[in-house]
T-cell receptor
């Protein structure tokens, strides 16, 4: 079945470490997105990519980096510059064009220890 | 700029009662509107979407929503709540422009009591 796979489900990071969250899709979608979710704040867009080898900053890109070397993959790196990284991270994908909606992965919960 | 406001961060209903989750949007162009559901520690699942066809949209699990342009609303309803409906619900609007960026509301947590 087609879908989006995020790994790992749970991730722990020490202060000062960079960590990378994986997102893979087999839906043949051109566009992919990373959101951060905090209690009571809904979803906030970190980065998005409409096509391979191109990506754009979202509303809260500081302290994060991404790459899009393959259509299927859109990994997110949480760098040591992100001062408050503890959150639930969601990856999504969509077709391009108007109004297709998103397909979401099951998320990665990152905790700083 | 587009925005979404969900009225009520928490809603509690009894099993079998009507579910009404409110969503108002702001958009300078005809919007596309979505409702998503999220169960604990999971991703979001699409319940239904409005794309300028019928104003009453039926979705999965017995939910429906009505687009009312005059009220800039897209409220989600279900005639009879089930315990399994307990979850967080997000309303979203798509932005204008050349791609499908979704703007999400803050979410409404629905509790269903026996």
């Amino acid at each position: 079945d087609g879908g989006i796979t995020q790994s790992p489900k749970y991730l722990f990071r020490k202060e000062g470490q960079n960590v990378t969250l994986s997102c893979e899709q087999n839906l043949n979608h051109d566009a992919m997105y990373w959101y951060r979710q905090d209690p009571g704040q809904g979803l906030r867009l970190i980065y998005y990519s409409q096509i391979v080898n191109d990506f754009q900053k979202g509303d809260i890109a500081e302290g994060y980096s991404v790459s899009r070397e393959k259509k299927e993959s859109f990994p997110l790196t949480v760098t040591s510059a992100q001062k408050n990284p503890t959150a639930f991270y969601l990856c999504a994908s969509s077709e391009t064009g108007t109004s297709p909606g998103y397909t979401f992965g099951s998320g990665t919960r990152l905790t700083v220890v | 700029a587009q925005s979404v406001t969900q009225l009520g961060s928490h809603v509690s209903v009894s099993e079998g009662a009507l579910v009404l989750l409110r969503c108002n949007y702001s958009s300078s162009v005809p919007p596309y509107l979505f409702w998503y559901v999220q169960y604990p520690n999971q991703g979001l699942q699409l319940l239904l979407k409005y794309t300028s066809a019928a104003t009453l949209v039926k979705g999965i699990n017995g939910f429906e929503a009505e687009f009312k342009k005059s009220e800039t609303s897209f409220h989600l309803t279900k005639p009879s709540a089930h315990m399994s409906d307990a979850a967080e619900y997000f309303c979203a609007v798509s932005s204008s422009g050349g791609y499908n960026k979704l703007i999400f509301g803050a979410g409404t947590r629905l509790a269903v009591h026996p």
